[in-house]
């Protein structure tokens, strides 16, 4: 998946996904799993319609696309989950409401896992990179994406607790693996105003919005409480 640095608008999907395996209407519902997202909170019509555009079907196994778009997260291999509809829509929002123009911004994900959350951050971000360290991962992303031609989006395969400061600075980073702290490279490696958005903690974790405040000192937001796979240094495969 290659970034073309003269950026392309980011925006609809463009090459249909094929419609898999689901065996049911996917759109109908994929339509059904929105409004529920939309039931818990998320009203941004931006993020809304990036999860209308993406086939959830696609990311996971042939075996569980049937419950593709219950919103709850489900099994990847390598003990590694793909995160539920709702907190990719609101980790979305999030970053979104820090980002001036979020056609002109540049994001970083970190982990990848099966690749769906990229393909959601790709259609609402001007330039997206997502990093995991499990090389096995980081290989099936890049096969569950390439239908989905989205130039915008680049795949790194590494640690992403270093952040990825040969692409730096970023707009916003949101982390799909919850550490007990933010890593200081995370911080470095923003713009200006710009957003760490992240599940914190251990056994109680947090999804929580870091920024700078008028101070310049960091602020830690803790927005509600989730559960996600933890943030692992180093890489496998
Ligand atoms: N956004 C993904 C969710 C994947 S679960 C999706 O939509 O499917 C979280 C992922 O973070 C896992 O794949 C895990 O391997 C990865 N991860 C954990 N620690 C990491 C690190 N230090 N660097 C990069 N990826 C990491």
């Given amino acids: ?82 995160s539920q509809p709702y907190i990719v829509a609101r980790s979305a929002e999030l970053a979104l409401e820090a980002i001036a123009d979020p056609r ?32 096995a991962l980081h290989e099936r992303a890049r096969d569950n994406l390439r239908p989905l031609r989205l130039a915008n989006l680049r795949l790194v395969f590494g640690d992403g607790a270093a952040g990825l400061p040969a692409e730096a600075p970023f707009d916003a980073i949101i982390a799909a693996a919850a550490g007990e702290e933010i890593p200081v490279a995370w911080g470095e490696q923003l713009v200006g105003g710009g957003v760490v958005v992240a599940p914190v903690g251990a056994e109680r974790q947090a999804l929580s919005v870091v920024a700078r405040d008028a101070r310049g000192k960091w602020v830690v937001h803790a927005v509600e409480p989730v559960r996600f796979v933890p943030l692992l240094g180093g890489v496998v495969g």
């Fill in 1 to 82: 998946m290659k970034l073309r640095h003269a950026r392309p608008a980011a925006g609809p999907l463009r090459g249909a996904a094929p419609a898999g395996n689901l065996g049911l209407n996917s759109d109908r519902v994929r339509g059904r799993m929105v409004e529920r997202v939309r039931a818990l909170g998320v009203r941004s019509p931006r993020v809304l319609a990036a999860l209308t555009a993406v086939p959830r079907h696609t990311f996971v196994d042939a075996a569980l696309a049937s419950r593709a778009y219950d919103d709850c997260s489900l099994p990847i291999g390598h003990g590694q989950t793909i």
């Fill in 104 to 135: 002109a911004a540049r994001v970083l994900e970190i982990g990848t896992g099966c690749g769906y959350a990229a393909a959601v951050f790709a259609q609402l971000f001007g330039s997206v990179y997502s990093i995991e360290r499990v090389r």
